[in-house]
């Protein structure tokens, strides 16, 4: 499934003009309920990534959670990303920034973006030269994020690039009995604003039947909607490219 899904992702991308990195975890380390998917494991979800990389031609994202776990998928992976609830975390920032990996920071749902040099000054301290932030929603109230547009210009005036999560960012965390929820179809709409604002890449997780996906589902957005959602998203990052300075 993974190098299907890498497979189709890396051409709808190419069709798209886009550069292209599939991500995929290992572990879901944060599941709302014990009882949550979680994933394969390091071993045997680095073994997949890495044929991914080789079989469908693909640069992979993946989370880590534990330096020890940073040290061994920076063997593998070309982008090691720190979990938003993580992302404060010293010694994981230093030890991604020691891989010499490219790192992306989701930012936290709680934090503000003038908290984010602080996260950068981490990274970049110990040694990282590459790396990304990624806005995936703030906490509003129960169950409840938004999205800070003029966060996304604040966060670029940094010097880094800024990405977009569209689907984590419509997410209702734990709001579905032990599970958290979400609403797919209002994703596309926060991507074009992230867009039009001028953002320097999308977030977006897809299945090819997010119903049946044992993690994030309803958040998810099918595949076959995704060619016309990054069509739009192009145009309007075209329009949008000269906004954030």
């Given amino acids: 499934m993974i190098l299907r ?77 720190i979990p938003a609830f993580l992302c404060r975390q010293t010694d994981l920032l230093e030890a991604v920034a020691k891989t010499g990996r490219c790192v992306n920071v989701k930012k936290g749902q709680f934090l503000a973006p003038d908290d984010m040099p602080y996260i950068i000054d981490k990274v970049t301290g110990s040694g990282g030269t590459r790396l990304m932030l990624t806005e995936r929603g703030t906490t509003f109230g129960y169950h409840r994020l938004v999205v800070d547009y003029t966060g996304l210009v604040q966060m670029a005036g940094y010097g880094w690039p800024v990405v977009f999560d569209a689907t984590h960012s419509v997410q209702s965390p734990g709001g579905a009995s032990g599970r958290t929820g979400g609403d797919r179809q209002m994703a596309p709409f926060l991507a074009y604003a992230a867009a039009a604002v001028g953002v320097d890449g999308l977030f977006v997780e897809v299945h090819e039947s997010p119903d049946q996906a044992p993690s994030d589902g309803p958040n998810m957005l099918t595949l076959d909607e995704l060619p016309a959602m990054l069509a739009k998203f192009c145009d309007l990052r075209r329009i949008g490219s000269g906004n954030i300075v």
């Fill in 5 to 81: 899904h890498a497979e189709r992702l890396a051409e709808m991308a190419r069709a798209a003009g886009m550069p292209f990195l599939f991500k995929s975890s290992y572990d879901k380390a944060n599941r709302t309920s014990r009882g949550s998917f979680r994933g394969p494991g390091l071993d045997e979800g680095l073994r997949i990534l890495e044929k991914a990389q080789h079989e469908a031609g693909v640069a992979v994202l993946t989370d880590v959670h534990t330096v020890e776990e940073a040290r061994t998928a920076g063997e593998v992976i070309d982008v090691l990303q």
